[in-house]
């Protein structure tokens, strides 16, 4: 059977791809080295809303400068351009002199609607709207009760994407791939508004960070694995995000970030790395979530300054296993399920008091911070 056939059967099917190599990726990384990244504008924040298999979503991080952390996501997936089904997430980790259980509502939606410019999106109960501007996002749910939404979240630092188009591309043929990757971030944002529950409304005025991903396939046929830092502080921001393919595409390293300060960005591009630089055994579910991580990053500024950072250090032990298949929406079950060897659990580090280390040129800063990081497991 042609690749492209038995691909097609794996995206209906849910079954396990056959092995195309790591010549069937052509990984963002390979732009870079003519762009290393592109600052976007707000119609490089459309929603895509594919009629095939995809899963698309905005997620919105916050850090209040009360201490709380939280994320509201919305989750867009097509299956084979079968059925769609879209999902509102709210997620409030509390500090720990709070002693509280994180909170968590996830809620299916209803009617969903894009704007004419295709830059917002609404469904029942739902508003999440780019301004005219391109600089603010308003997220308005009363999707649940337990978790009412009133936030803007306001860019900054410049947008961007990494390399020209900021697509990761999977297929034999590299002019006509079968499924895509792509991260556009905000990487440092401010955030206001509120988020009430049963104990009253909860002030998230703070920091923030946003991205919009498009994963134009199945998503455990593009990645096994994934890393994801992002760290805020007075001055400076630094996002890493990686993902490790299935065999399929030769287990595959793709690594993508950008360092900000104030209001401009330092360095964007793939030259960046994550590690788990101590792991233990979760023998519950099989996995080995990190205790202690590594970023790096490396690059040159645009006026040409050799730019290195580095966060490193333990993780707190204050986190939060996710079953996936037990907490995403069910559609997106059907999307993973059937596929032979998939076990998904995502590990969130909400907050870990931690330094970046960062030289820009002959000038070296340290400066503490907070780091939300995310180590996220789906098969071997």
């Given at each position: 059977m042609m690749s492209w056939a038995k691909q097609k059967l794996a995206d209906v099917a849910g079954t396990r791809e056959p092995i195309y190599g790591p010549e069937a990726i052509q990984s963002v990384a390979k732009q870079t080295e003519v762009t290393p990244y592109t600052e976007l504008t707000r119609k490089d924040f459309t929603w895509s809303h594919l009629n095939t298999t995809c899963v698309e979503t905005e997620v919105f991080y916050l850090m209040s400068d009360g201490g709380q952390v939280a994320f509201v996501q919305v989750i867009y997936s097509n299956v084979a351009g079968l059925r769609t089904t879209s999902q509102f997430n709210c997620k409030i980790y509390y500090p720990k002199s709070a002693n509280k259980p994180n909170l968590w509502s996830s809620d299916q939606l209803s009617n969903i609607d894009f704007s004419d410019d295709e830059n917002s999106f609404y469904a029942d109960n739902l508003a999440v709207e780019l301004s005219e501007d391109g600089n603010t996002y308003t997220i308005k749910s009363l999707t649940n009760q337990a978790s009412v939404v009133n936030i803007a979240v306001t860019k900054t630092a410049p947008a961007f994407h990494v390399g020209k188009d900021g697509n990761t591309t999977f297929g034999t043929d590299p002019e006509a791939p079968w499924g895509t990757m792509r991260h556009a971030f905000w990487p440092r944002a401010s955030c206001s508004g509120t988020i009430t529950t049963s104990d009253g409304a909860i002030d998230f005025k703070g920091k923030a960070a946003f991205i919009h991903c498009l994963q134009g396939m199945k998503p455990h046929h593009a990645a096994a694995k994934w890393k994801f830092c992002n760290f805020q502080s007075e001055n400076y921001s630094a996002i890493a995000m990686e993902f490790i393919t299935p065999p399929s595409y030769g287990s595959t390293v793709?690594?993508?970030?950008?360092?900000?300060?104030?209001?401009?960005?330092?360095?964007?591009?793939?030259?960046?790395?994550?590690?788990?630089?101590?792991?233990?055994?979760?023998?519950?579910?099989?996995?080995?979530?990190?205790?202690?991580?590594?970023?790096?990053?490396?690059?040159?500024?645009?006026?040409?300054?050799?730019?290195?950072?580095?966060?490193?250090?333990?993780?707190?032990?204050?986190?939060?296993?996710?079953?996936?298949?037990?907490?995403?929406?069910?559609?997106?079950?059907?999307?993973?399920?059937?596929?032979?060897?998939?076990?998904?659990?995502?590990?969130?580090?909400?907050?870990?008091?931690?330094?970046?280390?960062?030289?820009?040129?002959?000038?070296?800063?340290?400066?503490?911070?907070?780091?939300?990081?995310?180590?996220?497991?789906?098969?071997?």
């Open positions: 793709v690594t993508i970030g950008g360092i900000t300060k104030g209001n401009e960005i330092v360095w964007a591009g793939s030259t960046c790395s994550a590690a788990w630089s101590k792991v233990k055994d979760d023998s519950e579910v099989g996995w080995q979530p990190p205790e202690a991580v590594k970023f790096e990053w490396n690059g040159k500024t645009n006026d040409g300054k050799d730019v290195t950072g580095l966060v490193e250090g333990p993780l707190d032990e204050h986190y939060d296993r996710v079953d996936i298949m037990a907490e995403v929406p069910g559609f997106i079950k059907q999307i993973v399920a059937g596929a032979a060897g998939t076990k998904p659990y995502i590990y969130q580090y909400p907050k870990n008091i931690i330094s970046l280390k960062i030289k820009i040129g002959e000038e070296e800063v340290v400066e503490e911070g907070i780091l939300y990081a995310e180590a996220t497991f789906i098969s071997e």
